[in-house]
């Protein structure tokens, strides 16, 4: 049986790797796995059972039964236990909560298994903050997307604004920031390259641009076998 080949593509939040992720696995045929709605719908579903996030079994638990649907209602839509929160697990409270039970080694533990369902014929791309180094640290191809404190802001600040949510772009660099560094500094799978990812700095290049090098690599990595 030949294994389904799997593309990483970690990095900060905003660091494009979401869009970037999307138009790759669209351009290959591949599925494609948004491990961030995974904690952010976690982080939600636990304050809506006013769960304390103290309490680690609880939270995996809730994790190990989340009834989670992704795109049934289109591109980019998550369901929550049959209710549509492809919004509310945008918003900026969300993020918050998915940084925090992301920090809980029994959440991470708990969704590990999720995730690696996800890893079909012909191909997966996975994308998120430990894609590369935890979940599939034998993936063909690792990337790793940055890019600087201030443009990453900027482009959330867009996003939002586009979506009709209100923002104001120096709250939105001061939670960037102190995201990226509760990302980082935790002791479970924190937020770094693996030893053999590619890193690309997309501060000056256009999301068409850093698909395209992607593309590249991921036919350099995948051979002749790629679709
Ligand atoms: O990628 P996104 O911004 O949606 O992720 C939201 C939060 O979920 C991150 O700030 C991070 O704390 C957590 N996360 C994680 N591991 C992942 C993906 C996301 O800890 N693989």
Redesign the pocket.
């Known amino acids: 049986m030949t294994r389904a080949a799997v593309i990483t593509i970690d990095g900060p939040?905003a660091s494009g790797?979401?869009t970037v992720a999307a138009r790759v696995a669209e351009a290959l045929g591949f599925s494609l796995l948004?491990?961030?709605?995974l904690?952010?719908v976690l982080g939600i579903a636990a304050r809506k059972q006013q769960l304390n996030l103290g309490n680690h079994q609880q939270l995996a638990q809730l994790a190990a039964d989340l009834k989670i649907e992704f795109g049934n209602a289109g591109p980019g839509s998550v369901w929550l236990n049959g209710e549509d929160v492809s919004l509310e697990i945008r918003t900026d409270a969300a993020?918050k909560l998915?940084?925090e039970v992301?920090?809980i080694p029994a959440a991470?533990e708990a969704l590990l298994q999720r995730q690696l369902e996800f890893r079909q014929p012909p191909g997966l791309v996975a994308?998120?903050?430990?894609?590369g180094t935890i979940?599939f640290p034998n993936a063909e191809l690792k990337i790793f997307l940055t890019a600087s404190p201030e443009e990453r802001a900027q482009r959330r600040y867009k996003q939002l604004i586009a979506k009709g949510i209100g923002a104001i772009l120096p709250d939105l660099l001061r939670e960037l920031k102190s995201?990226d560094e509760?990302?980082s500094q935790r002791a479970v799978?924190p937020l770094r390259p693996a030893a053999d990812a590619t890193i690309l700095d997309t501060t000056r290049l256009t999301i068409d641009e850093v698909v395209t090098r992607v593309l590249v690599l991921a036919a350099a990595s995948m051979g002749d076998g790629t679709p």
Do not use: F, T
């Not at 948004?34 to 709605?37: E, I, L, R, W």
């Not at 994308?127 to 894609?131: A, E, F, K, L, V």
């Open positions: 939040s790797k979401g948004d491990s961030g709605a904690y952010r993020s998915a940084s992301g920090a991470r994308d998120g903050r430990d894609m979940v995201r509760r990302d799978s």
